[in-house]
């Protein structure tokens, strides 16, 4: 594993090449320590979205992912879509998934990360940045200090499963 006092200057945030097989792998590898995560689904990830996951994505034009590696070990990822906001006419960067390898967590590396999503979103000239986050997340107080408010008024997310 890496050292804490190494993450600034060995850990490369990379844009994913989703025809990349080591970074398709990664991303699934990530996303499935996510999905056991209480904080995730609790439990692994089905073996047909292991398997469709990546080709499934592919087929969403603005998706991003970008992965946190130490060398060759993914250490996080975090997947965007590009949206657009009819309020501000521009588009929106959509933060779907942060994660972060459990061996990793408390590092920096979702700092890291989600600094280098601002910088993205601000070069391709989007007007915000959104996610979502459960209410019990410990993960908030990293939104929090990275300047990601609740909204005035607050907003909530909500779902509907689509059978």
Not at 5 to 10: H, L, N, Q
Not at 61 to 68: F, K, Q, R
Request: with cysteine.
């Amino acid at each position: 594993m890496i050292a804490q006092a190494d993450v600034a200057t060995d850990v490369k945030i990379l844009k994913a090449d989703l025809n990349n097989p080591k970074h398709a792998s990664d991303i699934v590898k990530i996303v499935d320590l996510f999905a056991r995560d209480p904080m995730g689904q609790d439990q692994p990830l089905d073996e047909e979205i292991r398997v469709d996951m990546i080709a499934e994505m592919k087929k969403v034009p603005t998706t991003m992912t970008y992965i946190a590696y130490a060398g060759e070990k993914a250490l996080g990822i975090v997947t965007c879509f590009v949206g657009f906001s009819t309020f501000t006419a521009s588009k929106v960067f959509k933060i779907h998934d942060v994660a972060v390898h459990p061996d990793a967590r408390g590092m920096g590396i979702g700092t890291m990360m989600l600094e280098n999503i601002e910088k993205e979103a601000k070069e391709m000239g989007c007007s915000k940045i959104t996610l979502e986050v459960r209410e019990d997340n410990p993960a908030r107080r990293l939104y929090e200090k990275q300047d990601f408010d609740y909204g005035d008024p607050k907003w909530y997310f909500m779902t509907k499963d689509v059978d």
